[in-house]
């Protein structure tokens, strides 16, 4: 499903946040649209869910054209653009994770004979077996929240997966497995998915295709190499390349030697070995 921003602006309170964004999403793919907090990134995923309109220009979402007018079709908008909250929790409801998953499934009218296999099978998805049906979202950890969450949305099975700051609360290891998650859901179920975050370590591991914002303006965008490699522009918009790029530059100045891009770092590590 095409997705384009199209001179988007965005204002509140008389303060322009998003000023004339231009750019199409990598279908099929995971972007990310990075920026230091107050960017305005998280505006611009609201916009594309449907729960923020823009004050000019349009956003176009497959045949859906979204612009300072708000939608009649808002819901058909949601069901193929699906939309975990920063804090997983605030997108919870019931007191069971099957009727939090059946919530979603309810607001889109899904047959209630099918309820238990779209539940069983957004779980699946996010690697939950069913023992988790009965239990209270809200006691779980934070990595078991995210997964919930995400459950939910896959249940409708939406085009678009938009995760506002998905690391918000999870250690490293929980980090980890949210990557090979995203990955595997990409890979297996062709969904376009959009992180919004600022933790570029995260989005390092994991993005295909990274968008930099600015006071509300599109600074840089292109694959996380060429974006990352960039210093200078992350500087100005308040961001620090990744570890594993910052190492790498280092590398390449001192030894004078020509490294390729890598994601992880025990392969760098034997890359600059074998040149030295």
């Known amino acids: ?95 069971t994770v099957k009727d939090e998953i059946g919530f979603e499934l309810n607001r889109f009218s899904y047959r209630k004979k099918e309820y238990d296999k779209h539940i069983s ?19 779980l950890s934070s990595g078991e929240k995210q997964k919930v969450a995400l459950a939910s949305i896959l249940s409708i099975n939406p085009e678009i997966i938009i995760l506002d700051e998905p690391t918000n609360g999870l250690d490293y290891q929980d980090k980890l497995n949210l990557v090979r998650l995203l990955k595997k859901i990409k890979r297996r179920y062709k969904k376009t998915i959009v992180i919004i975050s600022c933790d570029v370590e995260f989005v390092h591991l994991l993005a295909d295709y990274i968008f930099v914002i600015d006071n509300g303006k599109l600074a840089i965008k292109g694959d996380k190499y060429t974006v990352f490699s960039n210093g200078l522009v992350l500087k100005k918009c308040g961001l620090v390349a990744p570890k594993i790029v910052s190492f790498k530059t280092q590398a390449m100045q001192r030894k004078k030697i020509k490294l390729i891009d890598r994601d992880d770092i025990n392969d760098l590590i034997k890359d600059i070995l074998r040149s030295i």
């Open 1 to 95: 499903m095409e997705v384009k921003f199209n001179d988007v602006s965005y204002v509140a309170n008389g303060e322009k946040i998003i000023n004339g964004v231009n750019f199409e999403l990598q279908e099929g793919k995971i972007n990310a649209l990075i920026g230091a907090n107050g960017s305005g990134k998280t505006i611009l995923g609201k916009m594309l869910n449907g729960m923020l309109y823009p004050t000019s220009g349009n956003i176009c979402v497959g045949k859906t054209i979204i612009t300072n007018v708000p939608l009649d079709n808002v819901e058909e908008l949601q069901f193929n653009v699906g939309y975990v909250y920063q804090l997983a929790e605030n997108q919870f409801f019931c007191e």
């Open 121 to 139: 099978d957004a779980l699946k998805m996010v690697g939950l077996s069913d023992e988790y049906l009965n239990r209270d979202p809200f006691s």
